[in-house]
């Protein structure tokens, strides 16, 4: 015979419906949101590492500054190396419709058919002149679809595809940069033909293969080094030099959305527990609540033989059924609207390939197991820890645990004020989970909040970021004559400027830009006498890596091994920069450079006196905005969303928590009513106590959340080239407070109408 | 220890003392509130015999019924059951002898709210590996109409009616009732009585009542009168008097 008690599970449901929707709802969101993220993620994943095979990606490239002879191509493939040369022209590109002051550029490749191979999309690729395929993303973020005409410098093209190309599928110019922009960076394809007749700066960049492939990592990273430096040596033997080097693993172009894809899964994982505790206490609470009203019915059971096993099997049967039906249309919803939510964020961000929805067998045990696991782990503490008194204390209703024989003292408050406090402390556990549900609220609110705010703050602090508001690095310091190069704008500032990499801390071989300044700078603000060894370096540079005043550092250059020790004589206040600041006599000391010699200007303004074919580069504060603007495109829409859908999850958590205590309380409540306290007294008890619990949660978890986030934040930058800090701001931490604030209010008007709705016979029937 | 006891087969010795309460103490609370509810308590009960507890409040009834049912514990002395005694069985062992041997009534009736009567009675019945047809038994407690409804759509009366059916649809060898008619009125309680009148008769339980209605005593073949935690009069009825014929 089946257990009878089982029956009960559906009449419950039934009777408590709203709930355990609300229950339900709530963990099937979490549960399909989290499918979908580790189904997406591992199907595109999937096609990301395919993609190796199938579009034949590089081991490395390097750019050289003249074209490789055929002797010195020979020299370079006795490292056991096939070379592919991939060159590329570097244009301005404009469209129908693109801002004048957008400053846009393409990239164009010839077709690529035996490396880097593209993966076309939508349209077709090119087959003759005036077309091109180009980026998917870029196309998308800018308006560009197949059929419409983009200029590349003086030349018309029509877009005849869109594709994703398998070396681009995170649009970073350079491998140096802290974020990739889809937005103003666009690289395109042609065919030889046309490739030949479109006139512009071109790279000499040359792809390889290692030919027997690297059996691990450590082992690319070990044959990679050693071919940097072969290739540098044959290089400056043969009269060359290189400009760029980037093995396979650091080209954050190919590496970067991968690596998202799985701290994107770490986070969704923790989200996925943090949010089944707080459910499975919420779960566990409304059952310990149960016992308690039933408390001689399972004292009877007990009486007659019912094993506390089978009475803890009834109780956590229910929360075990929610949460397994809660798995199974989560993981249906996780593969279906989900997942295309999940790609479609990623595709918002990353220029992806063709994938093919996998089944995840890791995905669905993890959001099937560790929910129902987590859910009969918390019940069972916390109902076994009840169930363990004696079945005579069951039918006397005495389900006290506490050993205390007097009530607590309390202060000398009013009547009423002490009435409250008795009832915090009786209700104490659920206004402990509440205040967690509000932390886990606010902790995503802080971040939803938090994200815009802090690419708002940098963009608006974004001169405190730059050393001048251009920054101008050129080929040489002498014209083609030999004179040193000069410029009649007043604000220009001769300045030096190299890159070493990070040999330790918290990431090694990260990009750290060196300064040489001149005596009396007016854009540096460093008045001490240094020595050759001594340096500052810059705010971000000592907050990442944890280095202060006195401390030595070591550098390497990037293509080979010359390192470099330092002595940190101070802090320059530069955010956003890491970077290691020296007056320009000894930078060149350092770096061996003639004594007058440097590498550009800093200014105020625009040097319109000086070649453009002299300039290497110039950096402005748009430049610098990329990171903002790139984030805010793939972040800042979801964010409004994410901040909306945390407003809603509090107003159901707190919904569900104060709907407990109520309950719990309702025949407290009616004997009051019974005693003749009127709706508004007994509403300045209960609502009232609930409202100083919440409003006193949400100011505190708002504290808890910014230091919560800002953890989470460092430990993200640390994985980024880069540093900016994460910034709040007083205004968005008030409107964090005030939304959950709100959805409280929400809630509290319906438990006014709950608390009116208690009838006075519930307190004669407790009394029987 | 954990058996699975049977009492089918007692010697006719052991039928006589059956249920045995041998020289049991009990006392609650320490220092100036301790209170000593059971004193010496001693007497046995024969299998199928319908045994009354009489005595005021406080005399210490329901504390000897819950050490009978296993649900408290002597200080000093033993219960035993067919030869078992309870001091030497662990928890376990303890839940299993009330599980197929025990049948228990409440003055309160502690009646699953969201079951129907069927199915409070079912809960009952799961526990025994022999139980009675529920069907039949509903038929018995004149509960068969009113099976689908649930215990708040019952009266006083056929609640306490279908408590006593899920007590007994495990034909316990024990039925024990506390205080059964505590919370009835005269008729109804009339009711209850016979009702468990008829099921020992039928079943051949061996009930343990305790009741401070003095005129239930004349229903019982065995009456024993307790007060401050002591036996005072262990009664054996010779004319017994059916339940429908009591009056108070």
Known sequence: MKNPLRKRVIREIKKQWMKYIVLFLLMTVTIGFVSGMFVANDSMEKAANDAFEKYNIEDGHFNLKNEATSELINEFEKQDITIYKQYYKEFKEDYKGKDDDKNVRIRVFKM????????????????KDDEIV??????????????????????????????????????????????????????????????????GKQIYQYAYLFDDEPKDEDENKELSDKLIENVAVSCIQNGNEITDFVPEYANKAIHFAPDDFGSDKIMCEVLLIVLVV?????????????????????GTLRAS?????????????????????????????????????????????YSLPKYTTLWNADGFVKTTVYPLLIMILVCTIVIYKKLRIAPLKFLRRDLRTSKRKKAMRLPRW???????????????????????????????????????ATVNNYKDDIKEYMLADYQYILKSNVDSEGNIINTDEESAEKYSVASLETTDGVHVGEGITIYGYMDESRYFEIDEDLDE???????????????????????????????????????????????VFMPNDNFNKVFEKDKEAFTGFLSENEIKDIDNKQIMTVVTQDDMLKIARQLDHSMGAYMKYFSVICMIFALLLIYLLTKLIIEKNAGSISMIKVLGYNNKEINSLYIRLTSIVVVIAALATSFLGVLFVGEIWKIYMYQLDGWFEYYMGTQRLIQAVVMIIISYAIVAAMDVVRIKKIPMTDALKNVE | MSKDFSYDDLKDEEKKEFLKVSQVNKAYGTGDSR??????????????????????????????????????SADDGYISIGGDKLRDMDEKALTNYRR???????????????????????VGAYLSDNSLDTDELLHTLGLYEHRYKLPNQLSGGQQQRTSIGRAIVKNPDILLCDEPTGALDYNTSKEILKLIEEVNEKYGNTIIMVTHNEAIQQMADHVIKLRDGKVRKNIYNENKVKAQDLDW
């Open chain 1, 112 to 127: 690529r058919e035996e490396i880097n191979k593209a993966c076309l999309l939508e349209g077709r690729f090119p087959d």
């Open chain 1, 134 to 199: 180009i980026d998917r993303m870029h196309a998308d973020n800018n308006g560009i679809s197949v059929g419409d005409m983009i200029r590349i410098d003086g030349y018309e093209a029509e877009v005849v595809g869109l594709v994703s190309f398998s070396d681009y599928t995170c649009l970073f110019e350079n491998s140096t940069e802290i974020m990739f922009d889809a937005l103003t960076f666009d690289v395109g394809a042609v065919t030889e033909e046309f490739y030949d007749k479109i006139e």
């Open chain 2, 100 to 122: 197929k041997h025990l049948g228990y009534v409440f003055q309160l009736y502690n009646l699953i709210p969201n079951l129907n009567v069927k199915e409070n009675i079912e």
């Open chain 1, 414 to 452: 009013k009547f009423l004020s002490r009435f409250r406090l008795r009832i915090l402390f009786q209700n104490l556990a659920d206004y402990g989970v509440m205040f967690i549900g509000i932390l886990f609220v606010q902790i995503m609110l802080v971040f939803a909040l938090g994200m815009p």
């Open chain 1, 533 to 579: 060894d001594n340096v500052y370096i810059s705010k971000a540079y000592s907050d990442k890596f944890g280095i202060d005043k006195g401390d030595s550092i070591t550098l390497k250059e990037q293509y080979d091994s010359r390192k470099y020790s330092f002595k940190v004589k101070g802090i320059y206040d530069l955010p956003g920069t890491l970077a």
């Open chain 2, 35 to 72: 209170q000593e509810v059971l004193r010496g308590m001693d007497f046995s009960v024969a299998k199928g015999e319908f045994c009354v507890l009489l005595g005021p409040s406080g005399s210490g009834k329901s504390t000897l019924l819950n050490i009978i049912g296993g649900i408290d």
């Open chain 1, 278 to 298: 707080v459910l499975a206490f919420i779960f566990a609470i409304t059952i310990n609540n149960t016992i308690v009203n039933e408390a001689a019915v399972i």
């Open chain 1, 305 to 349: 033989g019912y094993t506390r096993g089978e009475l803890l099997i009834h109780y956590i049967s229910l929360p075990v059924i929610i949460t397994l039906v809660a798995a199974v249309v989560g993981n249906v919803m996780g593969y279906t609207t989900f997942k295309d939510l999940v790609v479609k964020m990623y595709y918002n961000s």
